[in-house]
């Protein structure tokens, strides 16, 4: 399943390996028990985990999954050490013309300090301009990059001129515990809003396979586990 | 899948997210291309991963393992970091009379120096003696928990008289990378032969899931990409 | 530094690169500044950077600590993923004859159930006579052990009687932040009374080192960042 | 201790705790044993474990570098997942006018396929040409970026058209087992020019803390133990 996101980027869920039966299993085999379905005391169970942070069980598990965004979003993405990762090379591969403009509606302006600042809509007129200038940034990055090519520069050379704005892609597998700490940071409001949508989506794409694990961590703060 | 093990022991395959078409794609995608089905092309693609050791592509897949073992091997395959565990706990539950005695035919003797020694068996005679004082040991222990904890001792502390030979379970969940490592290092004629026989069967359940990887990582000696 | 555990264990702090200006120097890098010694608005970044939960610049310093304690409590230890062990081996060498019995006066009995049980001392008399039946099993495991030895029954074997209670050594390096994560499980008040005083221990060896970081893991409820 | 690189970079080793005698020791607590100074058997072990491939006696120890680079090296570096990480952030603070332009003499067209291609020197003019690109692509987004910032647009947006070739910095914090790693595919022949001349810095500065380390690694083909 693929969830589009703006500019061309997407979550796609490519396989999952993951349900709330796995938390309860691992978790039972403290006390030799083994459940064959969900039950009441089942559900108790993950709530009791997640409350006390007993984290473990919930590794037991393997999300793959299938992105493409901002390089400066990837960025951001790769600090993960939990997890594997995949990723388009710049070096092997010609980059294609493909990069993420933020929406004029996005335009933001920053308020307050580091630690405390917070975010406010740029001006339509202003907004309108900005976008115009990252796209003329982009467009010339992008020129001399062929440019480069054209004149016989290697691959791995010829890229130190594109902006982190441009796309890449990557395959990433993750476990629900490692994943719970991405989206407890990547969702959060001081989160940058360009990573916050991708967050949304491997959410959105997420929870449905261990509903009652994100049901939990949705009802104790979102915190990880 | 659940394969017996000497003495009560077992290794199940209780899940696996894992084909050898996910290698391709992970490392593929450092190209933006992708594949449906493996193609000749993907079978020396992974051959090449394995001989080059590029690692990575080989993290992208899941293999749950419920094990139980005696737990002098169980301390040896926890020091793998790199994957996930869950085990029984003596902490909390009362441990069951279950503990490994080692075949008469196995009892060893050690021939030379750390570093460089070897095995011989045992006569006959020599091992009927040993596996009976093994089994009487392992006898006198549970009758001293079973005293303690009738006593009222709690069990975390009752649990302090019993041998490593007894047995143990866990949920260990693992990528094919992280168990290329486990099994490269214990299915090695110096690994010790009580944990050899569990990493056969941990391989013997994992490697259909992933044939062209598993016969790619025997062809280039068994190590680890 | 070295401080003496009961029973015969200790921890001892073999070395360390660990001062608060490391925090500060690399959460600082953030921003392209440096401190050369600690000022008032550092100590407000530590204490800033711990409730907020930044824990990435916590991880560049590194203690390296020399334990001796019971194997239940090594076992207990080694769950800690994020960190570097090497451990004696019984599989090398012969076991000394040192085990850890408990004292009288810590003899416990267990009350309530499994995740929200407390614990009460055993009287008196009934304590004597647990850590005697402990003690005689010891020493009964231990005749056996040398006995197989006496056999010439491989080292790897003959280990198998021994109980959980033997005292093992390691080495253990790790940074702080995966350290504060140690300490928040092992010394709350639900770990082990056996390994608490272990983690109580390496504790009073760690803090000074990074006085301000571990005085703000105190003033935050012993989180880890 | 700094080194300098081209265009303005450099690696330096901040703080270590680090010498072959850790090594030595957390080795010989396997037999209990303990080292004062490093002996001629101590020289051996070290080979030994080097050659058989036994590396958790290599990550006792601790290296902290501060680095200055192109962010596109950064970008491979960190992908080493093993070691800690914390950096300049472009969402906190404005970027510094520096960029990395490749040496002229270092302009490189690519020959063959990916995977077995190799590398030829431009022609003195081609290479002159394609730098002056370089530098005018980097000078074209600084002026865009610059009239972002001064438009209003928050830092963290306006950065989306810096490239790639801007120079970033962090501190890595990293033991010798994982920095082994990281040497042995960075200073690899088939690693990128560009991030090579770092990892050949980090050896440089590395290899005199623990000399008989790096010697053996040196002398069984710079393999990772």
């Known amino acids: 399943m693929k969830l589009s996101l703006p500019g061309g980027g997407f979550v796609r869920l490519d396989a999952a390996m993951a349900d709330d039966l796995s938390v309860i299993n691992s978790a039972r085999v403290s006390f030799a028990k083994e459940s064959l379905e969900m039950t009441d005391a089942d559900i108790g169970l993950i709530k009791f985990l997640m409350r ?59 308020v307050g300090k580091p630690g405390s600042y917070s975010f406010e809509p740029l001006q339509d007129a202003e907004a309108a301009k900005a976008v115009e200038s990252i796209e003329k940034a982009y467009a010339y990055a992008y ?31 993750v476990n629900a515990r490692s994943l719970m ?41 979102r915190h990880v586990p």
């Not at 916050?196 to 261990?210: C, N, S």
């Open 52 to 110: 006390e942070r007993h984290g473990t069980p919930f590794e037991h598990n393997s999300f793959r999954f299938h992105v493409k965004c901002p390089l400066f979003v990837a960025r951001e993405w790769f600090r993960h050490r939990i997890g594997s990762f995949n990723e388009f090379s710049a070096r092997y591969s010609e980059v294609p013309n493909e990069f993420y403009p933020p929406a004029r509606s996005e335009m933001r302006t920053q």
């Open 181 to 221: 700490n991405f989206l407890s940071l990547r969702t959060h409001e001081t989160a940058q809003y360009d990573i916050r949508v991708y967050a949304d989506a491997v959410l959105e794409l997420a929870a449905p396979k261990m509903p009652v694990t994100f049901s939990a961590w949705e009802e104790f703060g």
């Open 143 to 173: 020129y001399v990059y062929v440019g480069l090519l054209e004149q016989g520069v290697a691959k791995e050379q010829a890229r130190m001129v594109l902006p982190v704005g441009m796309f890449t892609q990557f395959y990433w597998t």
